[in-house]
């Protein structure tokens, strides 16, 4: 009996790599045209329109002509997509706008209450005031104890309390809807900084098409700050208008894991499963593992060739597994995670006592 109890546990072990939730731009090539120098390497920090690579591509004749028109189209879907950033960032500015505009009508009400409170406290003040100045005067003939006089002169300390305190309640709502009409000020005034950028990049589209059209080869600038990742092509690599050629991760972007599990384990793949994920980068014995869940798993298989996983030209499940920390810790130091590192994953895929086991297995025979 002991021995059925004893739980039996399905793993399995994929690869995979650590790849951000969000926060990460792809950087593509303008047009086509040859790597001619790369000034970056994977991992490192950047800062915005900092140089990271340098394509050359002739512009002469026929070939100049495809080019140009290439060119063209590129910075024609650049616009389309400055023009839909202009139109979210005027939706976001509308939208701060009624949330400024609803919390200061929710704070002038409560100064409204505020003040009506207020007044009853200072009415009760006013006359528990004068019923103790009428005791006070009373007390020279002995009508009351010294012990009910204290009662009533401490009742009045207190009113005369809450009244102050009513008061500083209204100066802090007030303080709180000039900090709100501040901030709203401040804004709208970093929206209209985004709006003039935007339009700036627009007006600034027609003449970088013009200046680089007349141009042997071009560079490519890094659109925001954040670390170089994925970077995959080398020098010497040619390249196709749009072909991406690295990706800018965000400093504070969060990973996830991205694994690949062959079609042969599909029937115990579900969200929520635990996973142990081993850091190639460091050594499981010293480092320990990350804990972690599975957070979805693709509908459909993919082909994926040369993963830095390792994980061959076939088809496979794509899961992404949420973490529990982003970093491993050794001697009390913490180690960070970073985008691109290979992982081997343990899933648990299911955990039975032995008689379960047995039971199912004696069940298929009938």
Not at 20 to 41: C, F, I, K, M
Not at 275 to 285: E, G
Not at 306 to 333: I, W
């Amino acid at each position: 009996v002991w021995a059925l109890q004893l739980e039996i546990t399905r793993r399995e072990i994929v690869e995979g790599e650590l790849t951000p939730w969000n926060g990460e731009v792809v950087v593509r090539a303008v047009r086509p045209g040859v790597v001619d120098a790369l000034y970056v390497v994977e991992g490192q920090e950047v800062r915005r329109d900092d140089v990271l690579a340098r394509i050359a591509s002739g512009t002469d004749g026929p070939e100049g002509a495809r080019v140009s028109r290439q060119l063209a189209e590129s910075l024609d879907a650049q616009r389309v997509l400055l023009e839909e950033q202009r139109v979210a960032v005027g939706e976001a500015r509308d939208i701060a706008r009624r949330d400024s505009i609803a919390r200061v009508a929710h704070l002038r009400d409560q100064r409204g209450l505020a003040a009506a409170l207020h007044d009853v406290q200072q009415r009760r003040y006013q006359f528990a005031r004068r019923r103790f100045d009428r005791v006070g005067a009373s007390k020279d003939h002995r009508f009351l104890s010294d012990y009910v006089f204290g009662e009533l002169r401490d009742g009045v300390l207190a009113l005369e309390q809450a009244v102050a305190e009513g008061l500083l309640m209204q100066r802090g709502i007030e303080e709180e809807i000039i900090a709100m009409g501040l901030l709203a000020q401040r804004r709208d005034l970093e929206f209209v900084v985004q709006l003039g950028e935007i339009d700036a990049r627009l007006a600034g589209l027609e003449g970088q098409r013009l200046r680089e059209g007349a141009n042997w080869w071009y560079e490519i600038t890094a659109p925001r700050d954040g670390t170089v990742a994925g970077l995959t092509e080398d020098l010497g690599d040619s390249l196709v208008a749009g072909q991406a050629l690295l990706s800018l991760v965000s400093p504070d972007a969060r990973l996830k894991a991205r694994l690949f599990a062959p079609t042969r384990s599909a029937a115990r793949l579900e969200p929520g499963l635990p996973v142990a994920l081993r850091i190639a980068a460091y050594p499981f014995q010293k480092f320990g593992t990350v804990a972690g869940r599975v957070h979805t798993v693709s509908e459909t298989t993919v082909v994926v060739h040369g993963t830095a996983a390792g994980v061959g030209p076939e088809s496979v499940y794509v899961l992404e597994v949420s973490l529990d920390r982003q970093y491993l810790d050794y001697a009390g130091v913490h180690r960070a995670l970073r985008p691109g590192m290979e992982v081997t994953a343990e899933l648990t895929t299911d955990r039975r006592a032995l008689g379960a086991w047995l039971f199912e297995s004696l069940t298929s025979l009938y």
